[in-house]
C-alpha cells in the first residue's frame, strides 16, 4: 500500500481534502501534461532530423486562447510561442487552470462515494513521473552538453551596461562552462530517479530543489521561463505530497519513517517486472535522444573566420571615414562566432561606433572568399529576417583580414581588421588559481 498524503493508504480511507487534492492534480498536471508532451516531442525529434510538427494543433487552440487573453485576462496574443512568457502561454495555462477546476468539481460530485483511488493513483504517478522525468532531460541535457547558455563572443565587447538581466545571468553561466555542466547534471540525475519507482521520492526531492533554484532566477533575473519552471516547480511538489509525512519525520523528529510500499501498476508480479523494464527502456530513449539533439548541436564545427575582429579602417564609396561615434555606418567590430540559436551555421554581429549591434545569420564559402549573409536576427528574440548580402574577405598577412561589399545598406565599403585574440580578455584569460596572493579586483 502507499502512503497518501494525509498518512493514510492508498487503498484505505482518503480525507476529503487529500481526495480533491489528487483529482485536481490529475485533471490538471494531466493537461499540462499532455501540453507539454505536444510541445516537446516536435522539438526532440527535430533535434535527431526528424520534423514533425503541431501547427495544426495550435492553430485549433489559438482562437480561444486569444478570447479568453483579449476578453478575460485584457492581454494581447502576438504569437503562438510556448516555452517561454507570451501572452499566449499565460494565457494557455490560465484556461487548464479553469478547465482543470471545473473538471474537479464535477467529478467529486459524480464519484462523491469513492474514498480512494488506488489504480489510478499508480498509473497518474507513472505518467507524471515521466512528464518531469523528460522536462529535467531536456533542461538538464543542454547545461551538461552547454548549449542552453553557451559562451558568446559578443559579450566581450558588449558594454555591461547594455546587458538585460537576462543576458547578466546567461553570461555568468557560460563563462564558467563547469558549474553549468554540474547544473545539468544535477537536473539529469533528478530525471533518472524519476524513472525508478523506488526512487520517485528522491528524484522528486531533488527535482524542486532544482526547480526552486531555477524559478528564483527567472523571478530575480526576469528570465522568460518563469511559466515553465513554475509549473515544475508544483509538479515536484505534487509528486512529492505523498511522501510528505515520512519527511517530515524524518527531518523534524526522532520518529521512525514509515517504510513506502508503491502501488503495483498490475495485478502479478511478472507484468510489474515487464512494467518496470519498460520504464527504463523508455526512459533511457529518452536521455539518448536528449543527448543526441545537444551533442548534434554542440559539435556544430568553428566557422572559418571564428573570432573577434577589431577595424583599422572604414571607408565608403572610396572616401576613408573617421571612427567617430556619431558615425551610424562606419563599423568599430565583427565577430564572427558558432551558431547556437538559429539555422545558419554562421552568425556574424556588426558593432558599430555607438556600440549597437546588428547580428546575421549566414554561410562562409572559404574556397571562393564569400561572406553571405541570410537572416537579421532580432536581438533577444531570434526572430530572422531574410536579407541578401554578400561580403567579400581576404587574409593580407597574418592576424590581418579585409572585407569588400558592393552594397551593404545602400553603401559600398572596405574594411580592414586587426584579429583580437579573445584570451587576451581578463574573463576568458585569467584562470583558475587555488592560491592567489593579489588584492581584491573585480
Not at 510556448?82 to 494557455?92: I, L, P
Not at 528564483?216 to 505523498?242: E, G, H, W
Not at 554562421?346 to 564559402?365: A, W
Not at 564569400?370 to 581576404?394: C, K, M, Q, S
Request: aromatic fraction near 12%; charged fraction near 15%; glycine fraction near 8%.
Amino acid at each position: 500500500m502507499a502512503e497518501t498524503e494525509d498518512g493514510g493508504s492508498a487503498e484505505g480511507h482518503w480525507h476529503p481534502l487529500t481526495r480533491i487534492g489528487f483529482r485536481f492534480g490529475v485533471c490538471y498536471f494531466g493537461l499540462f501534461g499532455l501540453a507539454g508532451v505536444f510541445g516537446l516531442i516536435p522539438i526532440l525529434l527535430a533535434g535527431v532530423g526528424i520534423h514533425a510538427g503541431w501547427t495544426s494543433v495550435l492553430r485549433v487552440a489559438r482562437p480561444a486562447i486569444e478570447w479568453t487573453a483579449t476578453n478575460v485576462l485584457g492581454l494581447r496574443v502576438v504569437s503562438t510561442q510556448v516555452g517561454s512568457d507570451s501572452a499566449f502561454q499565460w494565457t494557455a495555462l490560465f484556461l487548464l487552470l479553469v478547465i482543470a477546476s471545473v473538471a474537479t468539481v464535477v467529478w467529486s460530485v459524480l464519484d462523491r462515494r469513492r474514498t480512494y483511488y488506488t489504480r489510478l493513483f499508480a498509473w497518474s504517478r507513472l505518467y507524471l513521473r515521466f512528464v518531469l522525468a523528460i522536462a529535467m532531460f531536456y533542461f538538464g541535457m543542454a547545461k551538461a552538453i552547454p548549449t542552453q547558455m553557451p559562451f558568446v563572443l559578443n559579450r566581450l565587447v558588449e558594454p555591461y551596461g547594455n546587458f538585460s538581466p537576462e543576458g547578466v545571468l546567461w553570461s555568468q553561466v557560460s563563462v564558467s562552462q563547469p558549474y553549468e555542466i554540474m547544473l545539468g547534471a544535477a537536473e539529469l540525475l533528478a530525471g533518472v530517479l524519476l524513472l525508478i519507482p523506488r526512487a520517485t521520492a528522491a528524484g522528486a526531492l531533488l527535482c524542486a530543489v532544482d526547480m526552486m533554484q531555477v524559478f528564483l532566477l527567472n523571478m530575480t533575473y526576469d528570465i522568460r521561463l518563469k511559466t515553465v519552471s513554475s509549473q515544475f516547480l508544483l509538479l515536484s511538489l505534487f509528486l512529492l505530497a505523498p511522501h510528505a509525512r515520512r519527511l517530515l519525520s524524518v527531518l523534524f523528529s526522532d520518529r521512525a519513517a514509515p517504510a513506502f510500499r508503491p502501488v503495483p501498476l498490475f495485478g502479478t508480479a511478472k507484468a510489474n517486472r515487464i512494467a518496470l523494464v519498460a520504464q527504463l527502456v523508455v526512459g533511457l530513449i529518452l536521455l539518448g535522444v536528449t543527448g543526441a539533439q545537444n551533442w548534434r548541436q554542440w559539435h556544430n564545427h568553428t566557422p572559418e573566420l571564428y573570432g573577434i575582429y577589431q577595424v583599422a579602417a572604414f571607408s565608403s564609396e572610396g572616401y576613408a571615414r573617421d571612427p567617430l561615434l556619431t558615425d551610424e555606418l562606419r563599423w568599430r567590430r565583427v565577430v564572427v562566432d558558432r551558431p547556437f540559436h538559429v539555422t545558419d551555421p554562421v552568425v556574424l554581429t556588426i558593432q558599430h561606433m555607438d556600440d549597437s549591434f546588428e547580428e546575421y545569420g549566414g554561410t562562409i564559402d572559404p574556397r571562393r572568399h564569400f561572406i553571405d549573409l541570410h537572416n537579421r536576427i532580432t536581438l533577444g528574440t531570434y526572430a530572422e529576417t531574410p536579407v541578401r548580402v554578400r561580403l567579400t574577405y581576404w587574409w593580407p598577412g597574418p592576424g590581418r583580414l579585409i572585407i569588400d561589399a558592393d552594397d551593404y545598406s545602400g553603401h559600398r565599403i572596405h574594411a580592414s581588421f586587426t584579429r583580437q585574440d579573445p584570451n587576451s580578455f581578463p574573463l576568458t584569460g585569467r584562470g583558475f588559481s587555488w592560491v592567489q596572493e593579489q588584492p581584491y579586483n573585480r
